[in-house]
């Protein structure tokens, strides 16, 4: 989505720095190989392709994966303005309802995608087992990608301090989590406390990965590829699906499918998918 709605003299960089790293993978990896890094990881940082809802849905599965095993985490989310938090803390209190909670964090003004639908199952999840829920976009609407991930570090660094303890969990933009971009201005900012050691990266549908995979006839039966020691990709979505929820976003301003008239938009998705994979 950025690479649309930003346009700034760097982009071009900072794209590459997301794009480099996701080019190539070591091995087909398992779960229990993510759920075993994600476990010995400090700083655990996803990607989020924010209209993609499989992208909230593995977010959603790594938090169940890991509350076996831990609750010894804090969500860190882009979704939310750090001014917001005190609305985010009584809601997941229940002190405050959901209807004046969404009036209040205001999505469609404060965040490009109004896709609250595809957020409350994770919101669900933090309320139901207290998980602490902080919101890290910081900088102005409309600022700049290294403002705001110059902004984003300063509160990333705020909540490592407040909770030196907890694993934390950023669940942010995919291009951001490049280690050159977000990571290395939340290490500059929090300093020598900063593990680098104990990074995580989980990317999601690179497209090029898809088509390697592709071409050995493993798309639809791979699920997670490991890139280095500190590094996953998953796929849960194929390149045009992801590509064709941001264009249904920007025509609609919802989900993969136009709810008042879900036949059709099945039946759309569906022609394009069969005219891309050439099939009549």
């Given at each position: 989505e950025d690479s649309i709605l930003v346009s700034e003299q760097d982009f071009v960089k900072y794209e590459r720095n997301y794009l480099k790293h996701v080019r190539e993978f070591r091995e087909i990896a398992e779960p229990l190989q993510l759920k075993a890094a994600a476990l010995a990881a400090e700083w655990i940082y996803v990607g989020d392709y924010h209209t993609n809802r499989q992208s909230q849905r593995a977010l959603l599965r790594l938090l169940k994966m890991l509350i076996g095993a831990t609750d010894r985490f804090v969500l860190c989310l882009e979704f939310l303005q750090k001014?917001?938090?005190?609305?985010?803390?009584?809601?997941?209190?229940?002190?405050?309802?959901?209807?004046?909670?969404?009036?209040?964090?205001?999505?469609?003004k404060h965040f490009y995608f109004d896709l609250w639908e595809n957020f409350e199952p994770i919101f669900d999840f933090a309320k139901y087992y207290q998980i602490e829920v902080f919101g890290i976009e910081t900088a102005s609407f409309g600022a700049g990608l290294k403002k705001r991930d110059a902004a984003m570090a300063q509160t990333l660094a705020e909540i490592s301090r407040q909770r030196p303890d907890m694993k934390k969990i950023v669940f942010v933009g995919d291009l951001h989590i490049a280690p050159e971009n977000l990571p290395r201005q939340a290490a500059k900012t929090v300093g020598k406390a900063y593990p680098h050691e104990r990074e995580l990266f989980l990317y999601q549908n690179s497209e090029q990965i898809y088509w390697k995979l592709a071409a050995d006839h493993l798309e639809d039966k791979v699920e997670l590829v490991r890139l280095d020691d500190k590094s996953f990709c998953l796929i849960n979505t194929p390149p045009i699906v992801w590509q064709q929820s941001y264009l249904n976003w920007l025509e609609n301003e919802e989900?993969?499918?136009?709810?008042?008239?879900?036949?059709?938009?099945?039946?759309?998705?569906?022609?394009?998918?069969a005219k891309f994979l050439e099939i009549k």
């Open positions: 001014r917001h938090q005190v609305h985010v803390d009584r809601y997941l209190q229940s002190k405050l309802s959901l209807s004046k909670f969404l009036q209040h964090i205001n999505l469609r989900g993969e499918i136009d709810y008042q008239d879900p036949k059709h938009g099945f039946l759309d998705l569906a022609e394009r998918i």
